[in-house]
């Protein structure tokens, strides 16, 4: 038994992959590994699809440094700065979210958390989403304290994401005006709130294969079981704008061993799959079993019936309204 099929025979009999095995799979043969990981997301997934959108409900301004980012005011980039919107606009994408078969909507903010002011008028919006869709709610607010946390879940929010972005040794390359234990002790935070947790990173960062697999290590001993996987989409203006993009055989295999170190997660395909020529079916043939649709924060997706047309090529069950 070669060295995939027997990691894949031990995942399913409650194996936990290590940092060594890990590094094994990725130099495994690339389509042998896809081919295992959709097995591995068959046995502890199913065919369920879960599937949620992103609304950039404040936009720009932010005062952290993160050299992949638009919204960073360190940085000199053409987007759209505006305060955080209201309720009647925030509903009604939810409401074009829900009818459309998306079962996750998330309300992002720019900058590194929120005022009280803003925390009571986010609420505020929650509630109003809470009471008049099902669509299930999700929060992206930066480094909030276990209060503010707490707030958010009253409101009606069922999950808080907060990406790790990569790992603890390559943060600071990333980012300087906050910190990997920060971003540790908002998920730890959410969690004790009774908040599920969304978190994950962005590839193709200058990361090594090591980062990765340290990122998804840690993700698996949070207990978090939503990864969104990114693959940077280099912006002009930020220091991250001339990075050579990853290749789609990239993309796979990062999903593929993510799928073998996180057997039951929903893995996401997340921001930059609109640079992949087939808009993450590959991927999606290689242990994803979860996306963000529709556009991202700054850049331009791909559109909900695109993607549930696909999913449903794939055999994929979309899950809609839990």
């Not at 509903?91 to 979210?97: C, F, P, Q, R």
């Not at 943060?171 to 990997?180: A, E």
């Not at 969104?228 to 055989?249: C, E, R």
């Amino acid at each position: 038994m070669d060295l995939i099929q027997r990691l894949k025979f031990d995942v399913i009999n409650d194996y936990q992959v290590t940092k060594e095995d890990a590094l094994s799979l990725y130099s495994a043969p690339l389509k042998e590994l896809c081919a295992a990981a959709n097995e591995l997301r068959k046995h502890f997934c199913g065919n369920a699809f879960d599937i949620c959108t992103i609304i950039n409900g404040k936009s720009g301004r932010c005062s952290e440094d993160c050299k992949y980012c638009a919204q960073s005011v360190h940085y000199c980039t053409e987007i759209q700065e505006y305060p955080l919107l209201d309720s009647k606009c925030l509903l009604k994408a939810a409401v074009y979210n829900e009818i459309n078969g998306v079962l996750r909507y998330s309300i992002v903010t720019s900058g590194r958390n929120l005022s009280a002011a803003e925390m009571d008028m986010i609420c505020e919006r929650y509630r109003a989403l809470r009471d008049n869709c099902t669509i299930s709610l999700c929060a992206s607010h930066g480094l909030l304290s276990f209060e503010q946390l707490q707030q958010l879940k009253a409101a009606g929010v069922a999950r808080y994401h907060n990406n790790l972005e990569t790992s603890r040794r390559y943060f600071p390359h990333i980012c300087t005006t906050h910190t990997y234990d920060d971003k540790i002790a908002t998920i730890k935070n959410a969690l004790a709130a009774g908040l599920e947790v969304c978190s994950g990173g962005v590839m193709g960062l200058g990361e090594t294969i090591e980062d990765r697999i340290a990122m998804a290590l840690d993700l698996r001993s949070l207990g978090v079981k939503s990864i969104p996987v990114n693959v940077l989409n280099p912006i002009k203006g930020t220091p991250l704008g001339n990075t050579p993009k990853l290749t789609a055989d990239e993309v796979a295999r990062i999903v593929a061993v993510y799928r073998f170190i996180l057997p039951d997660a929903a893995i996401r395909l997340a921001g930059g799959r609109g640079l992949l020529a087939d808009k993450g079916k590959a991927v999606f043939q290689s242990g994803a079993s979860a996306a963000i649709s529709g556009d991202m924060l700054t850049t331009a997706g791909i559109s909900i019936s695109n993607d549930m047309a696909l999913l449903k090529d794939l055999g994929f069950e979309v899950k809609f309204h839990e």
